[in-house]
């Protein structure tokens, strides 16, 4: 009668809509749920139930205990898949009041767990409970889905020559996943495709030493689902336990492998620590480009910020620790790009891993937009750290270089000769083509030097690079020449 009447209440439960009882999240990716699957709670005549989320894997099983606590509560279990199917329902186990089960999820998704006193809303009884949640592990049967960390045992034979397992990744994650014969004459062979069933990576034996397959340091390109094919070479037999484990690099911008990609306008928050003490960014820019880059703390921790700006190998091109306009604050402003190409942003502290700040911090990527835009097409762009080479000639009598200057940057600007009798002459101009400072032959031997030179006011700067036209010399000398742009310690 007690059994009859419990399913008739289901029923009435499946009637009412679930998202009326604001169920709870638990999170379900701890192998024993010490916080997060441990619930408590009272159900009386005001409250006869509680209801819970939790996602669940193919294969996964849970094990479910379910006691009272206070008072002379009947409680009882009943888990629903999403669609509402009910999946478990207990009562009472052999020991008295209380639930202890364990569930294997058919399906992956979330799922619904029902705390309730025996009668529901008809019941008489009250009290507290207790609800634990144990994740014990996923069974090694075919299409079962693994979460990282997890370890399985299969058998490979005749019969059962491939064994397919899944799992969801996200976009950065960087994997090991080792497939280990344990008896018989096993070759292990691994696969793993895509949602697509394109393969994206596979292995036979890992070393010479092993017949063991092992995916070492695998990418996820693309967040989603991915299968694992744990299969054999040749005719070969047996068992073998297979794992998927993470990194401690794994996700997007905590390693090389997988930079976080910003594009300018943007701004990405992080968080630096001892175990994590730099992140990784990528971006797309074009020669030309005038780039300014800030690293600023939050509001918590002790941070010392630390920008780098590297090219698409990671070689450094630019540093800075403290030039922001906050303490501690980084910033690479105005920096122009060379070539078309990707860059690196790395977001560290100051000192590396051998640093002691750390908390969160924002870093924005911005554009100066066109800053050459009004440059006459055939001058040359520049940017600080930079060469070039030219010659002057009668038919050629002067060059044109354009450079991004801010305020108080200290400048150096050399012109020397390679060949022939060239006089160098060079002639500094703002934004207006006026002449702010020259020089003739300050780098001797007729070389010119604009030494330690500080910037005015931020804007376009121009270099004319010319040979000496003065009556006290020979005004028509000719030879190529070497530019050389850079910037000083103010």
């Known amino acids: 009668m007690k059994l009859a009447t419990c399913c008739i209440l289901i029923i009435l439960f499946l009637l009412s809509p679930l998202a009326q009882s604001q169920p709870r999240e638990i999170d379900a990716d701890a192998p024993d749920f010490q916080e997060d699957g441990f619930i408590s709670g009272w159900l009386d005549d005001a409250n006869p139930r509680d209801v819970f989320t939790v996602e669940g894997l193919r294969g ?26 009910l999946t478990l329902h207990r009562d009472d186990s052999a020991a008295g009041l209380g639930v202890q089960h364990d569930l294997t999820m058919e399906l992956s998704g979330r799922y619904f767990v029902v705390v309730a006193r025996f009668g529901y809303s008809l019941g008489r009884t009250a009290g507290g409970y207790a609800l634990r949640m144990t994740r014990k592990g996923v069974l090694s049967e075919a299409g079962s889905t693994l979460r990282y960390n997890d370890s399985v045992i299969g058998t490979i034979s005749d019969a059962n020559a491939e064994v397919f397992y899944t799992f969801q990744a996200e976009q950065g994650d960087i994997l ?9 004459t096993l070759d292990p062979y691994l696969q793993v495709v895509d949602s697509e069933r394109f393969e994206i990576a596979k292995n036979d034996d890992h070393s010479r030493d092993t017949r063991n397959a092992r995916i070492e340091g695998l990418i996820i390109e693309r967040t989603g689902p991915y299968i694992i094919v744990a299969t054999r070479y040749d005719d070969s037999a047996g068992s073998f ?21 910003i594009r300018y306008g943007e701004s990405r928050t992080g968080t630096l620590s001892h175990a994590q003490y730099e992140r990784f960014y990528a971006f797309e820019a074009h020669a ?78 911005d554009i100066l937009d066109e800053p050459f835009v009004d440059v006459p097409a055939d001058t040359v762009s520049l940017s600080y750290g930079t060469s070039v080479s030219g010659k002057i000639s009668a038919d050629n009598e002067a060059d044109l270089y354009a450079f991004y200057g801010r305020q108080g940057e200290v400048v150096s600007i050399s012109m020397t000769r390679v060949d022939g009798n060239l006089d160098a002459y060079l002639e500094l101009r703002n934004a207006a083509q006026e002449v702010v400072t020259r020089n ?9 030097l604009i030494d330690n030179f500080s910037i005015p006011a931020t804007g376009m700067y121009y270099i004319k690079a010319r040979r000496y036209a003065g009556t006290d010399g020979d005004p028509n000398t000719a030879g190529s020449y070497v530019l050389v742009l850079a910037e000083r310690a103010g």
């Open 60 to 85: 996964e099983v849970i094990r479910f205990e379910l006691e009272a606590t206070e008072g002379d509560l009947d409680p009882v279990l009943s888990v629903f898949d999403n669609s509402g199917r």
């Open 176 to 184: 090991t996943i080792s497939m280990v014969r344990s008896s018989g």
């Open 241 to 261: 336990v297979l794992s998927i484990e993470e990194a401690e690099n794994s996700g997007m911008g905590s390693s090389r492998q997988a930079p976080l990609p």
């Open 288 to 365: 030309g480009d005038l780039i300014t880059i800030s690293m600023n703390r939050g509001a918590s921790g002790d941070l010392d910020s630390y920008l780098i700006l590297a090219d698409d190998a990671f070689a450094s091109m630019q540093e800075d620790d403290d030039s922001g306009a906050e303490f501690q604050d980084s910033l690479i402003a105005d920096y122009h790009i060379p070539a078309d190409g990707a860059y690196h942003i790395i977001a560290t502290r100051f000192d590396g891993g051998r640093g002691t700040t750390g908390g969160e911090y924002r870093l924005s990527l």
């Open 440 to 448: 003739d032959d300050t780098g001797g031997n007729q070389n010119s």
